[in-house]
């Protein structure tokens, strides 16, 4: 049976999701001669090596395991380096779609952190679209580099070691996702990178911060169809004889402010009286 490496079936060098159990999870590349431990056995990646995704193995104390495919979400949870606050894949869905993010787009990123938004977008544009990436910390640069790596999507996105407050150099961009403490002081930046009508979205942990980028943007004038969400995200047990949510849930993460970047609107009648 045949079958595309790393997409198929598992070759040397192809990631791999073994799965024994809800706890037990582990996510590797395969290399010859290595050997996977678990405290329900071990598995050898010799025995990994031409096997489908989606099959089962068969762990040395005879316990089975799912070998999957890993997605970018496993990457989040248990395969990248973590050193800043960092957006969540709920969060992420909705950036995705308020964005309208396709294959060959051109994206502006400010406040990269460790990079698990940097590689979600480089995942959205596809191998035509390009992320422009600015962090003011190198650490961090170096951080979202490694986990870029990882993933295998580091040549979509250009990193930037700048304060992005200073200007970037791009223009005509389809999109921009900010994530920093103070996102009012990028609006004449975003104005210049953004193309007229392109949008971009705010990632906020405080709603004091979503009050003052609104009144900025009020103030500075050039920016429409402004949305405020606060994404909540209850997971159940998947259990058909006992279906509840699960006791716990990531209550709060940040708020999303979403506007599109457009021209400066010309007075109309009626203006003199506006507060
Ligand atoms: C919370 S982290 C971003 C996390 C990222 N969204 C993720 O999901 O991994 C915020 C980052 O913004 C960076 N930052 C703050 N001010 C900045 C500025 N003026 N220009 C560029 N980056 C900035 C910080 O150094 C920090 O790494």
Do not use: C, F
């Given at each position: 049976m045949g079958g595309e490496c790393c997409r198929d079936v598992v070759c040397e060098g192809c990631p791999v999701l073994l799965v024994l159990d809800e706890r037990r999870r582990f996510l590797f590349r395969v290399e010859r001669g290595r050997v996977q431990g678990s405290d329900r056995g071990v598995v050898r990646h010799d025995d990994l090596v031409g096997?489908?995704?989606?099959?089962?193995?068969?762990?040395?104390?005879?316990?089975?395991?799912?070998?999957?495919?890993?997605?970018?979400?496993?990457?989040?949870?248990?395969?990248l380096r973590r050193r800043s606050q960092v957006i969540y894949p709920k969060d992420h869905g909705l950036i995705l779609m308020l964005l309208d993010l396709k294959p060959g787009a051109r994206v502006l990123e400010i406040g990269v952190g460790s990079g698990y938004t940097t590689?979600?977008?480089?995942?959205?544009?596809?191998?035509?679209?390009?992320?422009?990436?600015?962090?003011?910390?190198?650490?961090?640069?170096?951080?979202?580099?490694?986990?870029?790596?990882?993933?295998?999507?580091?040549?979509?996105?250009?990193?930037?070691?700048?304060?992005a407050r200073l200007g970037v150099d791009e223009e005509g961009l389809d999109a921009a996702v900010v994530d920093m403490p103070d996102p009012w002081a990028v609006l004449p930046v975003l104005h210049r990178a953004l193309r007229p009508g392109a949008g971009a979205v705010f990632f906020l942990p405080a709603v004091n911060q979503v009050s003052r980028l609104l009144s900025a943007m009020d103030l500075r004038g050039g920016w429409a169809e402004t949305r405020v969400?606060?994404?909540?995200?209850?997971?159940?047990?998947?259990?058909?004889?006992?279906?509840?949510?699960?006791?716990?849930?990531?209550?709060?993460?940040?708020?999303?402010?979403?506007?599109?970047?457009?021209?400066?609107?010309?007075?109309?009648?009626g203006d003199r009286n506006r507060g």
């Open positions: 096997l489908r995704y989606g099959s089962w193995v068969r762990l040395s104390s005879g316990a089975l395991a799912l070998v999957l495919q890993p997605r970018l979400v496993d990457y989040m949870e248990r395969g590689i979600v977008l480089a995942q959205a544009v596809g191998a035509t679209g390009r992320v422009y990436s600015y962090e003011v910390r190198s650490d961090m640069l170096e951080t979202a580099r490694k986990n870029l790596e990882t993933v295998g999507l580091l040549d979509r996105v250009e990193l930037k070691h700048r304060d969400y606060e994404v909540l995200l209850r997971e159940y047990e998947p259990r058909g004889d006992a279906l509840r949510p699960k006791t716990t849930m990531i209550a709060h993460t940040g708020y999303l402010v979403y506007a599109r970047r457009v021209e400066e609107r010309p007075a109309q009648v």
